[in-house]
Every structure is written in C-alpha cells, then in structure tokens.
C-alpha cells in the first residue's frame, strides 16, 4: 500500500503490455464477423443520412458512428484483459442500438432525449420496436413480411441484465479478489467475442429488416454478404 499512484499506473500498463503481446499471439481472433458487423451498422448511418426526411434523423444516423466507435473500443478493452470495461461498454451498444430503430420514427422522443436529457426505457424500447402494430408497420413499409421479432426480445433482454449486472456492481461480477485480474485469459476472451458477435449480430439483422438496405449496405462492405445475407 506504500506506492504511488504513479508506481500502481505504470504497473497496470505493464501488465496490460503483456496482455496485449498475449492476445496477439492468437493463432485466431475470432474478429472478421464482429468487425465486417461493426462496417455494416456504420454504413447504415451512411446510408440513412442520405435518406432522412426528418430534421430528427440528423440525431439518430449519428447514433450508428457511436456504436461502431464503442465496439472497437470494447474490443480493444478485452485485448487488455480489461474485461469489465469492455461489457460495460457493450451495454451501451445494445442499449444504443435498439435505440436507433425506436428514435427514427418518433421524433418527440428524440427531442426529448437529445434536448431535455430524457432517459430511454430499454424495456419500454424492446417492446415498441417488438409490438404487432410496429412489425405490421415496417411490414407495410418494405412490402415484406416479418414473422419474428425484429430484436430477439428474450435473449436482447437476457444480455442486456447480464451487461447491467457488471454496470450496477452486483457481488456475482466481482473479481478484484480473484489472482489472475488483470490478466489475459483466452476463455475470457473467447466468452467476450463470442457476446459481442451475438450483439452485433443481432443490430445488423434488425436494421437490415427495419430499412430494406441490405443490398446498399453489402455494396460498402462486400465481406459481409455471405455472414448477413
């Protein structure tokens, strides 16, 4: 306990070097579907902002960038062993990335939110984006025919109390005590791929569903065809 502040930092960023020289030992990352997913939801704000009809969707298409930017960011966070960080992170992803399709079509809550710090209800956006009217909506929309939920609601809602747990600092995520913290594991790893994958996964095939742009989207990121189509 007798160290400085500075000896405890420069500790943990030697430590995290060597996390870092571990990960990329990696025979295989398991990135390529995560990141062509991460290309393909920034290529929706691309896209959307050349189709807005709305002063509000000037506000939502700037929500794609920001979850494109929290996903490497979580990425590189797990890289470093700095797992808790890194769900933290995903979280807000999940969470932003229902957002986006609930905003486009009510404007008056993205005025409340952008302008009157209005909170979001995740919840209450799963259900909206979910509910028959919605779906029979977008159906009408894009003349095609949806049959199951446009986000997964069970397992959307599984995930995202798993990420608030680590959020809200329940007993059962804590790992300060343990004596491998800080350090790279590959099965932690592989866990942390494997839930952001499902995620984004997830957030590709809604917004595919909800704008009809698949085509338009797999013309700027053509490696994402054959994990999308």
């Not at 870092?20 to 990352?29: H, I, T």
């Not at 969470?95 to 005025?111: N, R, S």
């Not at 995930?159 to 099965?187: A, C, N, Q, W």
């Not at 590709?204 to 990121?221: D, G, P």
């Amino acid at each position: 306990m007798n160290k400085t502040p500075k000896d405890i930092i420069l500790e943990l960023n030697s430590k995290f070097k060597q996390n870092f020289e571990s990960w990329s030992d990696l025979a295989d990352n398991k990135l390529d579907k995560t990141f062509f997913g991460l290309q393909c939801i920034a290529a929706v704000g691309e896209i959307l902002a050349l189709k807005k009809v709305s002063k509000h969707h000037e506000i939502c298409c700037k929500v794609y960038d920001e979850i494109f930017s929290d996903g490497v960011s979580a990425v590189y966070l797990a890289t470093n062993a700095m797992d808790k960080p890194a769900n933290i992170i995903l979280r807000r992803i999940i969470e932003l990335g229902v957002a986006a399709v609930y905003l486009w079509d009510m404007p008056h809550m993205v005025y409340s939110w952008n302008n009157f710090d209005h909170d979001l209800s995740f919840h209450e956006m799963m259900k909206h984006v979910n509910s028959k009217g919605y779906l029979a909506y977008v159906t009408e929309q894009n003349s095609i025919e949806i049959e199951t939920d446009l986000f997964p609601s069970l397992r959307c809602q599984k995930i995202y109390g798993m990420l608030s747990d680590v959020v809200h600092g329940k007993i059962t995520t804590f790992e300060s005590s343990m004596p491998d913290r800080f350090i790279f594991g590959e099965s932690d790893w592989d866990a942390f791929v494997s839930l952001i994958e499902e995620v984004v996964v997830m957030l590709v095939r809604a917004y595919l569903m909800r704008y009809n742009i698949s085509e338009e989207v797999f013309q700027k990121v053509p490696k994402a065809r054959k994990e999308f189509n």
